[in-house]
């Protein structure tokens, strides 16, 4: 075996990953490819803080404890050990020590573990000066406090999507397209595929077709290689208001699509045609499970709110019952159909419940829709999507422009990570909704503020 070199050594870095990154990813530690890999003391005992409960960030902290526990085995990880998934360095946790030049307590205040992190990746600048010591952090606060004194500090880049405003659209509309295929394609005859010249062939996307005052509204399966008309036809009496709406629908509708995003800002219909997609499939699932994450206020968990579980949650899923009596409220004057639909509720053929209540279960035959998906991390994008069983169709909705989760954005969301790495998936549409339907005082805020 070759000897190292000393460029080899000091060509490492040293990355100090704080608490955000692990509850991001438990699995961080891993993804530095060659290069040393530090946690402070601190985080550890964060975790342990974090290490009961049914959250995802609780699933993060004990994933990364049993993780390190078996890095570790019989040996002190107050040294560098190596970690065990090829191709990647070493790993040390940081014990509560001071750094001898500068003291991040001294300058920050003391008793805060922000700053005792800070003094970890201090101490290791000074015990390395020929490496580039790194603090990874999804807090940007504590980046700048840290670039303050003259530490390097970065963004967790692991699953980020790079130049988001060019995500995936799921939608391509076509000016001056021949007025002849808009034609054939109205009257349902077969076409050669290759003589349409669609832009994109390698997954499910939806086309405007235009030519003058013609237009037409089309979908491309990419798995069975064929193009069919989209109907711009109500669903449980709500009638798309746009194409990008009808796109919608008949995404939810399609049952060869399995998975459907919706994105888009507030007013455009997610939420709605999502639901009314549910009921108007109400026959062929199970169950219809609504669900959205909890992103508590003030940093303070649901717990300290009054009353019992459904009480504590109703407030957060109030958005969701508001799109369902809107749904009731245009069947005013048919008794049978609200009856059926608080029947349905009652029998909790229809669920509107917390995300964290679902864990551990199996989506068999369900329709399951996720609103407000921004507020995800890409691995809870994954374990949903992972729990599906036989017959179940999942939906995520959401804006990833509006993010209330404070170590996410709209580049390291669950939603956005979806979008770009399920795109040429055959069992995937998607679609993004830009004209707000609410109101014109509604789409006001969105444009002008």
Same mark, same amino acid.
């Given at each position: ?60 902290? !004990? ?22 998934? %090829? ?90 397209? %021949? ?112 669900? !959205? ?65 679902? !864990? ?45 989760? %404070? ?43």
């Amino acid at each position: 075996m070759a000897k190292k070199s000393k460029s080899d050594t000091t060509s490492k870095k040293i990355f100090v990953l704080d608490t955000s990154v692990i509850l991001y990813d438990h699995d961080a530690i891993n993804n530095f490819q060659e290069h040393y890999v530090a946690i402070p003391i601190q985080v550890l005992e964060e975790l342990d803080n974090f290490k009961s409960g049914n959250d995802t960030r609780n699933f993060e902290a !004990r994933s990364f404890i049993r993780l390190i526990d078996n890095v570790a085995k019989q040996k002190l990880i107050s040294n560098w050990v190596p970690l065990q998934k %090829p191709n990647t360095g070493m790993f040390k946790v940081i014990m509560g020590e001071k750094p001898k030049l500068i003291n991040a307590e001294d300058i920050y205040g003391k008793g805060k573990t922000d700053n005792k992190i800070l003094n970890a990746a201090l101490i290791l600048k000074e015990e390395n000066p020929n490496k580039k010591v790194i603090l990874v952090s999804k807090d940007i606060c504590l980046r700048l406090k840290a670039k303050a004194l003259d530490v390097n500090a970065e963004d967790y880049e692991t699953g980020k999507i790079k130049n988001v405003d060019e995500l995936y659209a799921g939608k391509t509309e076509l000016n001056n397209f %021949p007025e002849d295929f808009i034609e054939m394609l109205k009257r349902k005859e077969a076409i050669n595929l290759d003589d349409l010249n669609l832009p994109v062939k390698n997954a499910n996307h939806f086309y405007i077709l235009k030519n003058k005052r013609k237009t037409l509204n089309i979908f491309y399966n990419y798995h069975l290689k064929t193009v069919t008309t989209v109907a711009n036809e109500s669903i449980f009496k709500i009638k798309p208001k746009n194409p990008e709406q009808a796109f919608a629908i008949d995404a939810l509708l399609n049952p060869d699509i399995k998975l459907v995003s919706i994105q888009g800002n507030a007013g455009t219909g997610k939420t709605l045609l999502a639901l009314a997609s549910a009921l108007e499939q109400r026959r062929d699932f199970r169950q219809i499970y609504i669900t !959205r994450p909890i992103v508590s206020l003030s940093n303070k968990d649901i717990g300290f709110l009054p009353g019992d579980a459904k009480s504590k949650t109703d407030p957060f899923m109030a958005p969701i019952w508001d799109n369902l009596r809107f749904i009731k409220e245009q069947f005013n004057g048919d008794e049978k159909m609200i009856a059926k639909i608080d029947e349905l509720i009652n029998t909790e053929k229809i669920a509107i419940a917390p995300l964290a209540f679902i !864990r551990g279960r199996t989506l068999t035959k369900i329709f399951f829709i996720i609103d407000e998906a921004q507020n995800l991390t890409p691995h809870e994008v994954k374990t949903i999507i992972s729990r599906a069983g036989e017959h179940t169709k999942i939906v995520f909705t959401g804006d990833i422009y509006q993010i209330d989760t %404070p170590y996410l954005d709209s580049e390291s969301n669950g939603l956005s990570y979806l979008i770009e790495n399920a795109k040429n998936h055959p069992l995937y549409a998607h679609i993004t909704l830009q004209k707000g339907e609410r109101s014109e005082l509604a789409n006001l805020a969105n444009e002008l503020l």
